[in-house]
Every structure is written in structure tokens, then in C-alpha cells.
């Protein structure tokens, strides 16, 4: 299930925007949605692609950062207009962008990355965690309005309630989603990939794991926990790695990923170019 490099993945394939601010509101603790205006990314972008993202005008930092498309939107006359972002304020980029008012322009450069395969199956799960839940969103309706897959689930696990950030928007689309806190303050008190088993054993009593695909994004321990439920079970896994990025563009090398190889060593994959969708299989998730 690799997804093979192209050139269609590498920085000649993106636009670079001036982009205005047309809302940027809290959805949940600490976390925000920025929509902006950016036609070209929201007509050519792929599920599981990114897009970077500066400031314009701050000095600090002077290196973009990278985010998942959430989402796009149409204009009146049904032609690709904006695109959302989530993201935590929390750092140098973020803060600042939290109290940006409507109008402020941003830097975006993208669409980037290789973004998820669209191997049919009958039933996705959407394994995600934190701020995972990024490029998830529009993976799940493009697999169901291209029909390489008949249903979604999604399990989604944050630390407590308040930290949950667009549930309705997944229920809108027609997913099946189980929330998962740490603390039991929503949904079920347990883990992404012990309610991952324990779904698939449920599919399992009723036969229907031959025809299961996971994809999965948040932080890398549940990922690799995520991974080996999937291995475990035979079942494709895709991971959304959310390896540190400062160029975006495959230049700096800064953002690798340990990835197993054919003869059986390792090798440094950039997650921008050659990624940020790996199969799940081909990690080297243990330095």
C-alpha cells in the first residue's frame, strides 16, 4: 500500500498566495479555525496533502509552518474559494494568529505532501488523537462522494471534553464517530487503539474485518500503538506523520522519517515530499 513519489508532490506543483483572513474562531479550548481565501489550493488540493503558512509581515518566525487542509468552501457561484485550517496557540506562529482580526493576510504556499490513496474498501476508521483529526475530515467525505468506501468510523481521542475540536462537523459528513477522553469527561474513559481493538473485534464477531483500511493521525505513540493493532489484525494502515517541518518544500531535510526499505535496512524519507502519508508498515518507529 505505497504510495509511490511522483512529481506531481513536490514544490512545482504548489501556489504561493497572499492570502486575506476571512473568519478565525475558537472551537475549542485553545484551538481555532482560520478560513481563508485561496481558490487555486482549494480547487487542486488532495486529502492528506498541507499547506504552509507565515504571517505576513511578522518577522518571527521567519520559517512557515505546516497544516493540514481541514476543509474548503465554494463560492456562490460553486467555485473553490477558501480553505480552513485548525490549529493549537500555542508558539510563535499561532499566537499571534489567534488574535489576527479578519482581513489580515497570510503567506500560504502549497498544496504539498503526497496525501492519502484511495485503495476501495468497504469500511475507513479514522484513528486519530490531539489535533489529528486535521486531515480527516474531507479523507472521509472524499471516500464516501468517490465511493471507495462504504462507511466511515471514526474514533476520536483528546485528553479531556473541552479540548474536542469539529465533532459535529465529522457527524455531519456521515461518519460514526466515538470520542475518547483520557479522563472519561466525554464519551468512553480509554485510548485510541484500545478502542480500535476492541471495534474490530467487535467487526470481527460478525464478520467484517476482510475489508477494513485505518488511517491515522495525532501523536506519534498512539500512532505506532495504532499501527501495531492494525498489524496485528492484518489490516492497510496509513499514518499522517506530523513531523516538525520548516521549509515544506523538501529542501532543508529537516522533517525525515525513519522508513523501512525493500532490502530490509532503513533509509531518512523527507515527510513533506516523500510523505506526510506512509503506510503504517513501513516506520521505523523505535530509534
Keep these: 500500500m505505497s504510495v509511490s513519489l511522483h512529481a506531481a508532490h513536490y514544490a512545482d506543483a504548489m501556489v504561493q498566495l497572499d492570502a486575506p483572513i476571512i473568519r478565525n474562531d475558537?472551537?475549542?479550548?485553545?484551538?481555532?479555525?482560520?478560513?481563508?481565501?485561496?481558490?487555486?489550493i482549494a480547487a487542486n488540493y488532495r486529502p492528506g496533502q498541507f499547506v504552509m503558512i507565515r504571517l505576513a509581515g511578522l518577522q518571527s518566525p521567519l520559517i512557515g509552518r505546516a497544516f493540514a487542509v481541514y476543509d474548503h468552501h465554494d463560492d456562490a457561484n460553486g467555485q473553490?474559494?477558501?480553505?480552513?485550517?485548525?490549529?493549537?496557540?500555542?508558539?510563535?506562529?499561532?499566537?499571534?494568529?489567534?488574535?489576527?482580526?479578519v482581513g489580515t493576510r497570510i503567506c500560504v504556499w502549497g498544496p504539498l505532501g503526497n496525501g492519502f490513496s484511495t485503495t476501495p474498501c468497504e469500511k475507513l476508521i479514522l484513528a486519530v488523537g490531539g489535533i489529528g483529526q486535521t486531515p480527516m475530515l474531507v479523507a472521509g467525505r472524499h471516500a464516501l462522494h468517490h465511493q471507495w468506501a462504504d462507511s466511515i468510523e471514526m474514533i476520536y481521542g483528546v485528553r479531556r471534553a473541552s479540548l474536542l475540536a469539529g465533532v459535529d462537523d465529522f457527524r455531519d459528513a456521515g461518519f460514526d464517530v466515538t470520542l475518547c477522553t483520557d479522563d472519561g469527561s466525554a464519551g468512553v474513559a480509554a485510548r485510541v487503539p484500545d478502542v480500535l481493538q476492541h471495534r474490530l473485534e467487535q467487526l470481527q464477531a460478525i464478520g467484517e474485518t476482510d475489508s477494513v483500511r485505518v488511517l491515522t493521525c495525532g501523536p506519534e505513540i498512539m500512532m505506532q500503538k495504532v499501527a501495531e493493532v492494525c498489524q496485528s489484525w492484518e489490516i492497510p494502515c496509513e499514518v499522517s506523520m506530523e513531523t516538525p517541518m520548516a521549509c515544506g518544500i523538501g529542501i532543508c531535510f529537516s522533517c525525515v522519517a525513519k522508513v523501512n526499505q525493500p532490502d530490509g535496512g532503513?533509509?531518512?524519507?523527507?515527510?513533506?515530499?516523500?510523505?506526510?502519508?506512509?503506510?503504517s508498515k513501513s516506520i521505523c518507529w523505535d530509534d
Design 266 to 279: 532503513w533509509d531518512y524519507k523527507r515527510t513533506c515530499v516523500e510523505g506526510p502519508i506512509f503506510d
Design 80 to 101: 473553490p474559494s477558501s480553505i480552513d485550517l485548525i490549529y493549537i496557540r500555542k508558539g510563535a506562529l499561532t499566537r499571534p494568529l489567534a488574535d489576527a482580526p
Design 26 to 40: 475558537l472551537i475549542a479550548e485553545n484551538t481555532h479555525k482560520v478560513q481563508i481565501v485561496a481558490p487555486e
